[in-house]
Protein backbone atom coordinates (compact mmCIF):
# COMPACT_ATOMS: atom_id res chain seq x y z
CA UNK A 1 0.00 0.00 0.00
CA UNK A 2 1.61 3.59 -0.77
CA UNK A 3 2.19 5.36 2.32
CA UNK A 4 3.38 9.46 3.01
CA UNK A 5 4.60 10.18 6.00
CA UNK A 6 5.28 13.35 7.37
CA UNK A 7 7.34 14.44 10.28
CA UNK A 8 7.96 16.43 13.01
CA UNK A 9 4.01 15.91 13.41
CA UNK A 10 4.27 19.36 15.48
CA UNK A 11 6.75 22.19 14.83
CA UNK A 12 7.36 25.40 16.94
CA UNK A 13 9.40 28.28 15.88
CA UNK A 14 10.24 31.65 16.77
CA UNK A 15 9.44 34.32 14.51
CA UNK A 16 12.34 34.62 12.08
CA UNK A 17 14.08 30.67 12.82
CA UNK A 18 13.95 29.09 9.60
CA UNK A 19 13.46 25.38 9.62
CA UNK A 20 12.47 22.58 7.06
CA UNK A 21 9.22 20.12 7.27
CA UNK A 22 10.12 16.68 5.66
CA UNK A 23 7.61 13.99 3.57
CA UNK A 24 8.52 10.72 2.62
CA UNK A 25 6.65 8.49 0.38
CA UNK A 26 6.44 5.36 -1.53
CA UNK A 27 8.47 6.00 -4.00
CA UNK A 28 7.51 2.97 -6.78
CA UNK A 29 4.85 4.15 -9.40
CA UNK A 30 4.72 8.38 -7.56
CA UNK A 31 3.54 10.71 -10.70
CA UNK A 32 4.28 13.45 -8.35
CA UNK A 33 3.45 15.30 -5.03
CA UNK A 34 1.13 18.26 -3.93
CA UNK A 35 2.16 20.51 -0.93
CA UNK A 36 -1.12 22.17 1.22
CA UNK A 37 -1.79 24.61 4.25
CA UNK A 38 -4.40 23.97 5.57
CA UNK A 39 -5.96 26.14 8.92
CA UNK A 40 -8.05 24.80 11.41
CA UNK A 41 -11.44 23.72 10.93
CA UNK A 42 -11.02 24.53 6.85
CA UNK A 43 -10.21 22.55 3.47
CA UNK A 44 -6.82 22.21 2.34
CA UNK A 45 -5.30 25.02 0.49
CA UNK A 46 -2.97 24.62 -2.71
CA UNK A 47 0.62 25.60 -2.32
CA UNK A 48 2.83 23.91 -4.55
CA UNK A 49 3.12 20.67 -7.09
CA UNK A 50 6.44 19.14 -7.71
CA UNK A 51 6.84 16.77 -10.26
CA UNK A 52 10.52 15.80 -10.35
CA UNK A 53 13.47 14.73 -8.76
CA UNK A 54 15.44 17.81 -8.56
CA UNK A 55 12.21 20.44 -8.99
CA UNK A 56 11.86 23.16 -6.63
CA UNK A 57 9.18 25.73 -5.93
CA UNK A 58 8.74 28.76 -4.46
CA UNK A 59 6.18 31.17 -3.08
CA UNK A 60 7.25 34.16 -0.43
CA UNK A 61 8.79 32.67 2.50
CA UNK A 62 8.55 28.68 1.36
CA UNK A 63 10.25 26.61 -1.00
CA UNK A 64 9.25 22.83 -1.51
CA UNK A 65 12.23 20.33 -3.07
CA UNK A 66 11.39 16.96 -4.01
CA UNK A 67 14.23 14.43 -4.05
CA UNK A 68 13.92 10.76 -5.39
CA UNK A 69 12.87 9.84 -2.39
CA UNK A 70 11.26 12.66 -0.13
CA UNK A 71 9.88 16.15 -0.57
CA UNK A 72 10.90 19.01 1.70
CA UNK A 73 9.34 22.29 2.61
CA UNK A 74 11.07 25.16 4.01
CA UNK A 75 10.25 27.98 5.95
CA UNK A 76 12.63 31.08 5.57
CA UNK A 77 11.90 34.06 8.36
CA UNK A 78 8.28 32.60 9.56
CA UNK A 79 6.06 34.48 10.56
CA UNK A 80 3.27 33.85 12.95
CA UNK A 81 0.78 34.57 10.22
CA UNK A 82 2.25 31.12 8.62
CA UNK A 83 1.10 28.87 11.95
CA UNK A 84 -1.34 26.21 9.94
CA UNK A 85 -0.94 22.64 9.29
CA UNK A 86 1.13 21.81 6.28
CA UNK A 87 0.28 18.67 4.33
CA UNK A 88 2.25 16.55 1.27
CA UNK A 89 -0.23 14.48 -0.69
CA UNK A 90 1.21 11.89 -3.00
CA UNK A 91 -0.27 10.51 -6.68
CA UNK A 92 0.04 8.05 -8.51
CA UNK A 93 -0.21 6.27 -11.94
CA UNK A 94 -3.29 4.16 -12.56
CA UNK A 95 -5.17 5.70 -9.11
CA UNK A 96 -7.37 7.78 -10.91
CA UNK A 97 -6.44 10.73 -9.68
CA UNK A 98 -6.50 9.87 -5.90
CA UNK A 99 -4.20 11.72 -3.57
CA UNK A 100 -2.48 10.45 -0.55
CA UNK A 101 -1.58 12.63 2.42
CA UNK A 102 0.31 12.14 5.07
CA UNK A 103 -0.54 13.15 8.45
CA UNK A 104 0.69 16.83 8.68
CA UNK A 105 2.95 19.01 10.29
CA UNK A 106 1.48 21.39 12.84
CA UNK A 107 3.57 24.50 12.52
CA UNK A 108 3.22 27.68 15.41
CA UNK A 109 5.09 30.41 14.63
CA UNK A 110 5.57 32.58 18.05
CA UNK A 111 6.32 36.15 18.01
CA UNK B 1 -10.87 33.62 -8.08
CA UNK B 2 -13.29 30.89 -8.67
CA UNK B 3 -13.40 28.31 -5.74
CA UNK B 4 -14.88 24.63 -4.92
CA UNK B 5 -18.22 25.71 -2.55
CA UNK B 6 -20.12 23.05 -0.24
CA UNK B 7 -23.26 23.16 1.17
CA UNK B 8 -23.95 22.83 4.43
CA UNK B 9 -20.90 23.90 6.46
CA UNK B 10 -22.55 21.79 9.37
CA UNK B 11 -25.06 19.08 9.28
CA UNK B 12 -26.23 17.16 12.16
CA UNK B 13 -28.24 13.78 11.56
CA UNK B 14 -29.52 10.93 13.50
CA UNK B 15 -27.97 7.43 13.41
CA UNK B 16 -29.97 5.62 10.52
CA UNK B 17 -30.96 8.50 8.39
CA UNK B 18 -29.72 9.30 4.61
CA UNK B 19 -27.59 12.81 4.25
CA UNK B 20 -26.60 14.75 0.99
CA UNK B 21 -23.54 16.51 0.89
CA UNK B 22 -23.41 19.00 -1.77
CA UNK B 23 -20.47 21.05 -3.69
CA UNK B 24 -20.00 23.21 -6.66
CA UNK B 25 -16.75 21.99 -8.31
CA UNK B 26 -14.53 24.98 -10.25
CA UNK B 27 -16.65 25.60 -13.21
CA UNK B 28 -14.51 24.29 -16.02
CA UNK B 29 -12.92 21.34 -14.30
CA UNK B 30 -13.74 17.99 -14.94
CA UNK B 31 -12.57 16.09 -12.54
CA UNK B 32 -14.34 15.85 -9.16
CA UNK B 33 -13.12 14.27 -5.58
CA UNK B 34 -14.69 13.19 -1.91
CA UNK B 35 -12.19 13.06 0.60
CA UNK B 36 -13.53 12.93 4.41
CA UNK B 37 -11.21 13.85 7.91
CA UNK B 38 -12.22 12.50 10.91
CA UNK B 39 -10.88 14.33 13.42
CA UNK B 40 -7.30 14.79 14.30
CA UNK B 41 -6.80 12.17 11.49
CA UNK B 42 -5.38 12.12 8.11
CA UNK B 43 -7.57 13.43 4.97
CA UNK B 44 -8.44 10.50 3.61
CA UNK B 45 -9.80 9.46 -0.21
CA UNK B 46 -13.26 8.47 -0.73
CA UNK B 47 -13.55 8.82 -4.53
CA UNK B 48 -12.63 10.18 -7.48
CA UNK B 49 -15.47 11.04 -10.34
CA UNK B 50 -14.55 11.71 -14.02
CA UNK B 51 -17.30 11.70 -17.62
CA UNK B 52 -19.70 10.57 -15.34
CA UNK B 53 -18.98 7.84 -13.44
CA UNK B 54 -16.21 6.46 -10.58
CA UNK B 55 -12.66 6.46 -11.50
CA UNK B 56 -11.08 5.01 -8.55
CA UNK B 57 -13.04 4.50 -4.80
CA UNK B 58 -11.32 3.46 -1.74
CA UNK B 59 -12.26 0.98 0.78
CA UNK B 60 -14.28 3.73 2.92
CA UNK B 61 -16.51 3.97 -0.62
CA UNK B 62 -18.71 1.10 0.37
CA UNK B 63 -22.36 0.76 -0.48
CA UNK B 64 -23.81 3.12 1.65
CA UNK B 65 -22.19 5.83 -0.52
CA UNK B 66 -23.02 7.06 -3.36
CA UNK B 67 -22.04 10.17 -5.45
CA UNK B 68 -23.78 11.61 -8.57
CA UNK B 69 -23.65 14.89 -10.73
CA UNK B 70 -27.48 15.70 -11.08
CA UNK B 71 -26.91 19.02 -13.54
CA UNK B 72 -23.90 20.72 -15.30
CA UNK B 73 -22.82 22.33 -11.92
CA UNK B 74 -23.83 20.39 -8.54
CA UNK B 75 -21.92 17.50 -7.04
CA UNK B 76 -22.84 15.48 -4.88
CA UNK B 77 -22.02 12.48 -1.52
CA UNK B 78 -25.13 10.81 -0.73
CA UNK B 79 -24.74 8.41 2.86
CA UNK B 80 -27.71 6.23 2.67
CA UNK B 81 -27.93 5.49 6.56
CA UNK B 82 -25.60 7.06 8.71
CA UNK B 83 -23.11 5.71 11.01
CA UNK B 84 -22.20 7.04 14.16
CA UNK B 85 -18.50 6.81 12.51
CA UNK B 86 -19.63 8.38 9.43
CA UNK B 87 -19.08 11.62 11.69
CA UNK B 88 -16.04 13.99 10.29
CA UNK B 89 -15.48 16.33 7.85
CA UNK B 90 -16.22 15.77 4.20
CA UNK B 91 -13.93 17.70 1.73
CA UNK B 92 -14.87 18.48 -2.05
CA UNK B 93 -12.01 18.86 -4.35
CA UNK B 94 -12.14 19.21 -8.16
CA UNK B 95 -9.13 19.75 -10.73
CA UNK B 96 -9.20 20.90 -14.39
CA UNK B 97 -6.73 17.41 -15.63
CA UNK B 98 -6.11 14.43 -14.35
CA UNK B 99 -2.86 14.27 -11.67
CA UNK B 100 -2.87 18.20 -11.53
CA UNK B 101 -3.56 20.18 -8.54
CA UNK B 102 -6.45 19.90 -6.85
CA UNK B 103 -8.85 22.69 -5.45
CA UNK B 104 -10.65 21.87 -2.33
CA UNK B 105 -13.65 23.22 -0.68
CA UNK B 106 -14.32 24.25 2.86
CA UNK B 107 -15.63 21.07 4.19
CA UNK B 108 -18.98 20.18 5.38
CA UNK B 109 -18.87 19.02 8.92
CA UNK B 110 -20.99 16.20 9.40
CA UNK B 111 -21.82 14.95 12.89
CA UNK B 112 -24.04 11.91 13.36
CA UNK B 113 -25.80 11.39 16.87
Known amino acids: EDQVTQSPEALRLQEGESSSLNCSYT??????LFWYRQDPGKGPEFLFT???AGEEKEKERLKATLTKKESFLHITAPKPEDSATYLCAGFYYNQGGKLIFGQGTELSVKP | EPEVTQTPSHQVTQMGQEVILRCVPISNHLYFYWYRQILGQKVEFLVS????????KSEIFDDQFSVERPDGSNFTLKIRSTKLEDSAMYFC???????????FGQGTRLTVV
Open chain 2, 93 to 103: ASSGRLNTEAF
Open chain 1, 50 to 52: LYS
Open chain 1, 27 to 32: VSGLRG
Open chain 2, 49 to 56: FYNNEISE
